[in-house]
């Protein structure tokens, strides 16, 4: 095995000029350096391949830009895996991005028997000027037949398995969840690092929500098939009830207003390095 095997970064972006920074950044503040960036913007219509381009020539060689057009996120990334190069293949977001080990943290915990590694992650709200995070650690692998249960953010990927299976297209909000479950479902080796991977960006709830559900049942009657789906949707109803009825609140209630009261549940911290447009 290499001592410092190459990995792969996708981050996949559309008019993201307001949070590319951001990625960026963390991925050259990486302590591990043996790291090549693929960046696939989908012919952003703002600023966002300037600001990649300025950041090009401090990769020193180690970055790939492609800009043109895409059939959605998923065929984007889908793109980026096979452009890839590295051992091992992690997908980060325009919008979030990595804390300064997180690299390191998975080449210390790299072997060869294991097909995905995961861990946890800080997600972020943005309320005016103001960063606010709660601490999320993923659920037993068990619980991927109800739901998504373990942070896709924080996920690296073999490029090994990524050979077997890549992201299905024809989902274009939950094909994540189907990858994952899918992969559990086919024998993975998953290994979770407890240890926090990633900050995520959370926009606040809306009716992709809505989508993303549906999708998760369409994944779930696809894999498992629909007599197995019923019995799990009623195992889970009390689970949905509480999140529907936050959905609905999200729709009723003003945004300003939702915003205040989901953020008394989350800490607020001033984060030095966070290059973003917003503040």
Not at 108 to 122: K, L, P, R, T
Not at 123 to 133: D, I, L, Q
Not at 152 to 171: G, I, P
Not at 194 to 206: E, L, N, P, V
Request: proline fraction near 1%; aromatic fraction near 12%.
């Amino acid at each position: 095995m290499n001592e410092k095997p190459l990995v792969s970064i996708i981050t996949v972006c559309y008019n993201s000029e307001k949070v590319i920074s951001s990625a960026l950044e963390s991925v050259l503040q990486q302590s591990y350096k043996n790291i090549e960036h693929i960046v696939i913007d989908g012919l952003s219509q703002d600023n966002t391949l300037t600001i990649i381009k300025e950041y090009e020539p401090l990769y020193e060689g180690r970055m790939v830009i492609v800009s043109e057009k895409d059939e959605g996120i998923y065929d984007a990334i889908n793109k980026g895996i096979k452009l890839a190069k590295g051992s091992i293949i992690g997908i980060l977001n325009s919008d979030d991005w990595y804390t300064e080990e997180a690299i390191e943290k998975i080449i210390q915990n790299y072997e060869g028997s294991v097909d995905i590694y995961h861990g946890n992650i800080n997600k972020v709200r943005v309320v005016g000027n103001c960063y606010y995070t709660q601490h999320q650690i993923p659920g037993d692998l068990s619980s991927l037949t109800k739901l998504m249960s373990i942070n896709h953010s924080s996920c690296f990927v073999t490029r090994q398995w990524y050979e077997k299976k890549m992201y299905d297209t024809a989902y274009k909000i939950a094909a994540d969840y189907k990858f994952i479950l899918e992969s559990y479902l086919e024998g993975a080796k998953f290994k979770y690092i407890d240890y926090c991977f990633t900050y995520m960006r959370i926009w606040g709830a809306s009716s992709s929500n809505i989508k993303t559900i549906l999708e998760g049942y369409s994944i779930r009657k696809e894999l498992l098939g629909k007599n197995q789906v019923v019995k799990l949707c009623r195992d889970a109803a009390i689970f949905y009830y509480y999140r529907l009825r936050k959905l609905i609140a999200c729709i009723i209630l003003p945004k300003k207003f939702f915003e205040q009261y989901e953020i008394k549940k989350w800490e607020r911290i001033d984060f030095e390095n966070v290059k973003d447009s917003r503040r």
